[in-house]
């Protein structure tokens, strides 16, 4: 049977791990159909950071020699006491070279993962990704799946599938309307990004590309991606107090306080973005019901 005469594979849910599982069954001749919310790819700055063995996944899909040139190679993490100023420890994975194809951490912003397989399989024969599509049912069958599938302008269609996966996010519709218990906890505090186009590294020759700062209070991680048009940004990670709001957070006298408290210098920080999360620590009871599958 030729992949047009196969039912697809339907994804719902066209983020990194969408489009990765869709070039991977799209390289096994397994033909796929993905439907994504939103009217374009999401330029989610929360992850940013491919370790070795997603290189080497990636590497399997013909992608890594296509995004390492893009983005930073970090092969050294250090972590910083934030009180007395000194590195505790450096880990270098160039150690590692004999047990790792990919002896460091690719910095590399995911929604460009998106992206970049778009832009290099968006046009191929049953690699079908639609935008402004969101699932909203499914009937199970012996052999196939039907999937309702909503329209940007309200109308609904039924779309035939060998296979439903979510890879739809914690806040996953696939899982719940499958029933799939949401396992765990959600964290009090939160966390916040924050991104400035300030070069820690020309200020601060204890700083490398992956940092990882302790304090009694609140930890930092700093992290430096490429970001857009080739201007850098340094994302600082930091937890939220218990209780404070977002819009407490993001003020601009709060994201500077918090700069500051880390990156003392004089004047402000410019800042690129700050977005705040929620973290959990959760898995789904399971990841296969039959035909309804979950990844992520």
């Known amino acids: 049977m030729t992949m047009a005469e196969t039912d697809p594979v339907i994804i719902s849910g066209g983020g990194p791990v969408g489009m990765v599982l869709a070039l991977a069954l799209h390289q096994r001749g397994i033909p796929v159909k993905v439907l ?113 599938v909503e329209r940007e302008d309200g109308s609904r269609e039924i779309m035939r599938g060998a296979y439903l996966v979510g890879c739809d996010g914690g806040r996953s519709t696939v899982r719940k309307l499958a029933n799939i218990d949401f396992e765990g906890f959600t964290y009090p505090e939160n966390f916040i990004k924050i991104g400035t186009y300030f070069d820690f590294i020309e200020h601060n020759d204890d700083v490398v590309f992956r940092n990882y700062f302790s304090d009694p209070d609140e930890w930092c991680n700093l992290f430096k991606v490429r970001g857009e048009g080739n201007i850098p940004i340094w994302r600082g990670v930091f937890p939220t107090r218990v209780g404070e709001t977002v819009g407490e957070a993001t003020t601009p006298e709060a994201l500077q306080s918090r700069l500051q408290l880390f990156f003392p210098k004089t004047g402000d920080y410019e800042i690129a973005y700050a977005n705040v999360y929620t973290v959990s620590q959760r898995v789904a009871a399971t990841f296969n019901a039959g035909c309804i599958l979950l990844a992520g």
């Open 36 to 148: 994504e919310t939103l009217h374009e790819p999401f330029m989610d700055q929360r992850a940013a950071a491919l370790h070795p063995p997603t290189v080497d996944m990636l590497d399997s899909l013909g992608l890594a020699g296509e995004i390492i040139p893009e983005g930073l190679i970090a092969p050294t993490y250090r972590f910083h006491d934030r009180v007395t100023g000194d590195v505790v420890v450096q880990f270098d994975l160039t150690d590692l070279k004999d047990e790792l194809n990919f002896p460091f951490v690719v910095q590399y912003e995911q929604y460009k993962l998106v992206e970049k397989i778009l832009a290099l399989y968006g046009d191929m024969p049953g690699f079908d990704v639609q935008f402004s599509r969101t699932v909203t049912g499914f009937d199970r069958f012996d052999n196939h799946v039907d999937v309702e």
